[in-house]
């Protein structure tokens, strides 16, 4: 099959794209390096004659409100139109397990409407939620930084490595489509401000960890369980603890 991968030079796409050749499939990097671009349409439709599948892992430049949402719903509404042309049997698009219950936060609204352009467009589609991921560690804390402090809830989440999640992404991407969708996690639960207590010194970050359970999740409210899966979640296999980029190194 062609597979355009949407965001198919990033930390997920550049996987896909890899893991789609291994299974001798024609998989295709779509990327404004790649001279793609999803905001203007340059490329799109180029890059997708003749394709049976996209997938879309791209994600916005920007986390501000009004930028993020104007990202997803222009790119998302170019490559729908773009493949309805095209005449591609199958939409795949990377989300966030628990989206619908962070809409406190633009970036996840952003997410939502995403989803419902997908949803509401005629090409068959199929979503997969996937929890946070290891290679976002740090910048999570960032997130969550005060000062000297980095201030976590102590909700469960259950993050996953971005290698167990290209192997989703590339198992949704080669079967039927769902017009459903689908979640996978990582193959552990922690306490959110537990496991980065954890997790930073392994990186060489001496930021004292606050368990605070005011802390928001850009910029949303947690819930004990608003971050995790549902019981028919796919797991991923790699522990955060035996993965070997715990330390901050690349792989």
């Known amino acids: 099959m062609k597979i355009v991968v949407i965001g198919g030079t990033g930390l997920i796409g550049s996987k896909v794209v890899s893991k789609l050749g291994e299974h001798g499939h024609e998989a295709v990097a779509a990327a404004p390096n790649t001279g793609v671009d999803t905001i203007t349409g340059e490329g799109l439709a180029e890059a997708l004659a003749g394709a049976d599948v996209v997938v879309d892992v791209s994600n916005s430049p920007s986390f501000a409100d009004a930028d993020v949402m104007e990202f997803f719903q222009t790119s998302t509404a170019n490559v729908l139109a773009a493949e309805e042309a095209a005449g591609v049997g199958?939409?795949?698009?990377?989300s966030v397990v628990g989206t619908e219950r962070l809409q406190d936060s633009g970036y996840f609204r952003a997410k939502q409407a995403q989803e419902k352009l997908i949803k509401d467009a005629?090409?068959?589609?199929?979503?997969?939620?996937?929890?946070?991921?290891?290679?976002?560690?740090?910048?999570?804390?960032?997130?969550?930084?005060?000062?000297?402090?980095?201030?976590?809830?102590?909700?469960?989440?259950?993050?996953?490595?971005?290698?167990?999640?290209?192997?989703?992404?590339v198992k949704v991407a080669t079967a039927a489509p769902l017009n459903a969708t689908v979640e996978v996690a990582g193959p552990d639960q922690y306490r959110m401000d537990e496991f980065f207590r954890d997790a930073l010194p392994l990186r060489g970050d001496q930021r004292t960890v606050v368990t605070d359970p005011d802390a928001r999740y850009?910029?949303?409210?947690?819930?004990e369980r608003t971050l995790l899966p549902g019981d028919g979640a796919s797991l991923g296999e790699i522990e955060f603890f035996e993965w070997p980029g715990r330390d901050g190194s690349r792989h």
């Open 90 to 94: 199958h939409h795949l698009a990377l």
């Open 218 to 223: 850009f910029g949303a409210e947690l819930g």
């Open 122 to 169: 005629k090409t068959p589609y199929s979503v997969l939620h996937a929890t946070q991921f290891f290679e976002f560690v740090t910048s999570m804390a960032n997130a969550g930084a005060d000062g000297d402090d980095v201030r976590f809830a102590p909700v469960l989440f259950q993050p996953m490595a971005s290698e167990d999640v290209a192997d989703a992404v």
